[in-house]
T-cell receptor
Framework: EAGVVQSPRYKIIEKKQPVAFWCNPI?????LYWYLQNLGQGPELLIR????????DSQLPKDRFSAERLKGVDSTLKIQPAELGDSAVYLC???????????????FGEGSRLTVL | GEDVEQSLFLSVREGDSSVINCTYT??????LYWYKQEPGAGLQLLTY?????DMKQDQRLTVLLNKKDKHLSLRIADTQTGDSAIYFC?????????????FGTGTRLQVTL
């Protein structure tokens, strides 16, 4: 079974440019998460989807960040315009509602490392 | 709000035991977790403990929970070089679902020969 797939793995852009990250969750996982991981820190939740609905986006900086999960499967996270402080790893994770409630197991992708120059 | 703290670095010799510690502040946490992150990879769940337990053992892993002191630890017996990674503890809130996980800052475990 394929895991959570993210692309691109690495992205280098200049500040003020736009950037987009893509995530394909594990098949059948209704819940999808985008996390931000700064260097030397733990992941911090940006947004959580239940199917196509964003049920928790309280930590998403909405002035420059946007996300979508149109058909309840793949998701994209966009930053426009990017700032120097956005340099980080953007992690996507997915879970099945039953498993998440019982074991707390989120399945993470390898992440997209963004460098803003 | 929730806050989860860990020491940043731990170095052990191969074959020794490793103990990674974590303190948390949300006394209503239902589940507490240990995740492992290898270089260039995402996080992977290692083990978890329900808040009404004080110990859980899973092969080389032993989790101890002290709810009074809000202290969680992960002991790895017979540490191997493949255990070198960053270890994150995480807690849920009182709802008990993984949708509200708060991660610690991570402890980098270095295993030397």
């Amino acid at each position: 079974e394929a895991g959570v797939v993210q692309s691109p793995r690495y992205k280098i852009i200049e500040k003020k440019q736009p950037v987009a990250f893509w995530c394909n969750p594990i098949s059948g996982h209704n819940t999808l998460y985008w996390y931000l991981q700064n260097l030397g820190q733990g992941p911090e939740l940006l947004i959580r989807y239940e199917n196509e609905e964003a049920v928790d986006d309280s930590q998403l900086p909405k002035d420059r960040f946007s996300a979508e999960r149109l058909k309840g499967v793949d998701s994209t996270l966009k930053i426009q315009p990017a700032e120097l402080g956005d340099s980080a790893v953007y992690l996507c994770a997915s879970s099945s509602p039953g498993l998440a409630g019982e074991t707390g197991e989120l399945f993470f992708g390898e992440g997209s490392r963004l460098t803003v120059l | 709000g929730e806050d989860v703290e860990q020491s940043l670095f731990l170095s052990v010799r191969e074959g020794d035991s490793s103990v990674i510690n974590c303190t948390y502040t949300d006394s209503s946490s239902t589940y507490l977790y240990w995740y492992k992150q290898e270089p260039g990879a995402g996080l992977q769940l290692l083990t978890y403990i329900f808040s009404n337990m004080d110990m859980k053992q899973d092969q080389r892993l032993t989790v101890l929970l002290n709810k009074k002191d809000k202290h969680l630890s992960l002991r790895i017996a017979d540490t191997q070089t493949g255990d070198s990674a960053i270890y994150f503890c995480a807690e849920t809130d009182s709802t008990g679902t993984a949708s509200k996980l708060t991660f610690g800052t991570g402890t980098r475990l270095q295993v030397t020969l």
